[in-house]
């Protein structure tokens, strides 16, 4: 890999040019890529060891995660703490956080030391008693001052969580208060093909679930509300993400197409837990669509390092070029989550948020980039805002 300078100035980056400034720190054999970014995790989650299980029916893995959420007895300020912690050991400086509380966003507005957040409230439910709850909760959430030091480094969104646990009609709330706030959103969708058997039949793995809560009744879904009817009203907002997209095929493709704005969220480590089929990233890449990528939650990821989802995916697509992978990690993050103006790459005027990757030893110095996402590479520092934080 060719020398390269990168000047700082503060908080920014003044200057990026191939060569070897005479005053510049000479780094060694390291490469320094800007800071990761994960688009899509749930920090509450984050002091499980493990992922749940079972993995499979996906409906069995919710019902675990609902029982786990019930069991712990650890804060959740402590929780999301941790998983704050392991982002930034792991090189990530923007996270997409989907938060059940308002603690998450307090958390990211106190702290200094913090990745830069999309913080999205998460809602869910389908009474109509819920529903307006649940849009209370937002409003009072959007409404959350924020402090000054964090105004640039910090949004607030919504989170209707997903098709199958959302009211249409909160659904289309939700989405129009993050409109009128001007606030993006986040939605799991088309993570299962299940959910396809719900929305076009009423049928299928998610109908015994919602049975067996006692919230089934077909009237809660509208007639020939299909997965572009969700997709359709978040192409207003200024940014938003559909989370996974496993299941995405040629129609939400299309959809996609014509709404910039929207970016699909990949989870590779968490995708492969679940054994989906293989995931169509690339070909949505290949078609114009902007694909970030995110670790998901702990509850089916053993970690939050995006640096490790890079390496996953270096390993499992060992033809794709190391500089398309790590755009996804970094400048196609910071476009989904609407932060591509200050973050995601190593451009004079942006944010000093960086990440320094500890090459393997037997790196040739030469042009060839394949060594950075090899498997023994590692996130050795991280700089948030032109401060080395460890
Ligand atoms: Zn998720």
């Keep these: 890999m060719p020398d390269a300078t990168v000047e700082i100035e503060g908080t920014r980056i003044a200057a990026f040019y191939a060569g070897r400034h005479p005053r510049a720190i000479d780094l060694g054999n390291m490469a320094l890529i800007p800071g990761l970014v994960n688009a899509h995790t749930h920090l509450e989650f984050s002091q499980l060891r493990a992922p749940l299980e079972p993995a499979s029916p996906f409906t069995d893995w919710i019902r675990a995660i609902m029982k786990s959420r019930f069991e712990t007895e650890q804060p959740v300020t402590e929780r999301i703490q941790l998983g704050i912690t392991e982002c930034l050991s792991s090189g990530t400086t923007l996270v997409g956080e989907i938060a059940t509380s308002v603690e998450s966003l307090r958390l990211f507005n106190m702290e200094s030391q913090v990745p830069r957040a999309v913080v999205f409230r998460e809602c869910l439910g389908f009474t109509p008693d819920r529903i307006a709850g649940q849009e209370q909760v937002a409003d009072e959430f959007l409404a959350e001052p924020l402090a000054p030091a964090a105004v640039e480094r910090l949004c607030p969104g919504l989170s209707p969580h997903a098709p199958y646990s959302v009211h249409p009609d909160l659904y289309l709330n939700l989405v129009q208060q993050a409109r009128d706030q001007g606030v993006p959103a986040?939605?799991?969708?088309?993570?299962?093909?299940?959910?396809?058997?719900?929305?076009?039949?009423k049928s299928g793995a998610f109908v015994d679930l919602l049975s067996e809560l006692g919230l089934w009744d077909p009237k809660i879904l509208k007639d020939g509300m299909r997965m572009t009817d969700y997709l359709a009203p978040l192409a207003e907002l200024p940014a938003a993400l559909a989370v996974h997209?496993?299941?995405?095929?040629?129609?939400?493709?299309?959809?996609?197409?014509?709404?910039?704005?929207?970016?699909?969220?990949?989870?590779?480590?968490?995708?492969?837990?679940?054994g989906h089929s293989e995931h169509p990233w690339l070909s949505m890449i290949g078609q114009g669509i902007n694909v970030a990528l995110g670790?998901?939650?702990?509850?089916?990821n053993p970690d939050l390092s995006l640096w490790s989802e890079l390496q996953f995916l270096r390993e499992r697509y060992p033809q794709l070029a190391t500089a398309l992978i790590l755009e996804c990690g970094t400048l196609a993050g910071a476009r989904a989550l609407g932060y591509s103006d200050d973050t995601g790459s190593l451009e004079a005027g942006k944010a000093a948020d960086l990440a320094l990757i500890q090459l393997p030893d037997d790196f040739d110095g030469g042009t060839d980039t394949d060594l950075l996402l090899d498997s023994r590479s590692y996130v050795a520092r991280v700089m948030l805002n032109g401060q080395w934080i460890n």
């Design 186 to 201: 986040a939605v799991h969708l088309g993570e299962t093909a299940a959910e396809y058997d719900l929305l076009e039949r």
């Design 245 to 274: 997209g496993n299941y995405f095929g040629p129609t939400e493709w299309e959809f996609l197409r014509g709404a910039p704005s929207i970016s699909v969220v990949y989870c590779p480590r968490t995708h492969h837990y679940f």
């Design 295 to 300: 670790t998901d939650s702990r509850a089916s």
